[in-house]
């Protein structure tokens, strides 16, 4: 009888040739369980997504009382779902006017795809403009938003019409012209191994926007729901976006993604055709009930208000001659090593000792630390000194 280890490399798709291979059995707040028992401290909330830890009491209620009315039924925008109702209205709520209408989605690249259609039909105009290092999602309209192509010229033929410009750079800016429908960019940039905006370059990016009449699109999947210490990021660069991406923490554990844009810019989806942009599953009841306890909860328990010194805890403790730098945007931290090689041996130490590490998709030396916002002070200098070890052992 083969193993469940023998069954997952038989029949389940790897996305690389060295799987990590953890036996997940079962998960709790800042930890995850394997077979034997061993918990290891989950230092990137599964991946960006577990924000207020795993199985939050809260979430599992509110999915299991969903559970307990009904399931799937149409979803997008049809019939009146009060999960649905009231999650939008607590998002639009927290959000600055005009931004009141959410479309719901299964994830992050749904949200990235949908923002990109609304875009092209509420301005009649095909062309985006992206930024290098940006990452939107897999599916082949947001894959072609992508940087480094490496990544993607193995799928090409992809979208025409993308035109790349540099994060934070002045110069790029005339790219963004008349025949621009949007500029999308992530507010914080993730995959590159975070990089922050200079404050005056994105104001100066929607300045620009609004003078062609383009779009700004704010990809906040990772780094909306708290993370970068402000519930949406770009609170703090002074800017509003038209269309607001969201996924990943939105459902505390649950599958769900939306796309936010003002009821005038989203209304073109309803027309021309009609049910030109449809879901079966995204905005799923329970989803969309696990994602209302989730914000209700970051919201409730005071989580974000301690982002900033847990944050500085963390650059306190991060530091060692072998680290090269050490970049974060509030609790979502990129330790720089000196090479990948250096990285995969750090995470592995990490992984023997019970702590859950990763890297960035377009940055291989740099250690990814994004956990959950409960983690304590102590489970801080506890994950920090399994990091530290593993570099000095290098
Ligand atoms: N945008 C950003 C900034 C992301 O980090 C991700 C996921 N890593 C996505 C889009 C795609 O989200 P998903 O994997 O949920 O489709």
Known sequence: MPNLRQLFLAHVAQTSDFPLGLEIASSEGMYL??????????LIAGIGVSSLGHRHPKVVNAAKAQLDKYLH?????????????????LIAKQLPAPLDSVY?????????????KLAKRYTGRHEFV???????????????L?????????????????????????????????????????TVQAEWGLRRPRKAWLQAVRQRCNEVGALLILDEIQAGYGRTGTLWAFEQYGVVPDILLIAKGMGGGMPIGAFVAPKAIMHTLASDPILGHITTFGGHPVSTAAGLATLQAILEENL????????????????????????SAGLWLAVELASFNEVQTVIKHCLENGLITDWFLFNDRSLRIAPPLIITEEEIRKACAIVLKGIEQL
């Open 33 to 42: 369980y394997d077979r034997q028992g061993k918990a290891y401290l989950d």
């Open 104 to 116: 719901f989605t299964n994830s992050g690249t749904e949200a990235t795809e949908g923002a990109m």
């Open 146 to 186: 992508m940087w480094p192509k490496d990544f993607t010229q193995a799928f090409h033929p992809l979208l025409p019409g993308i035109k790349h410009i540099e994060f934070n750079s002045d110069a790029c800016l005339s790219k963004i012209t008349t025949k621009t429908a949007a500029v999308i960019l992530e």
């Open 73 to 89: 039924t149409i979803v997008y925008g049809e019939f009146v779902l009060a999960p649905q109702v009231q999650l939008a209205s």
């Open 304 to 327: 974000i208000a301690q982002v900033p010194a847990k944050e500085q805890l963390f650059l306190e403790l991060l530091q060692h001659p072998r680290i090269v730098e050490v970049r």
């Open 130 to 144: 992206s930024a290098t290092h940006s990452y939107h999602g897999s599916s082949q309209g947001a894959a072609s």
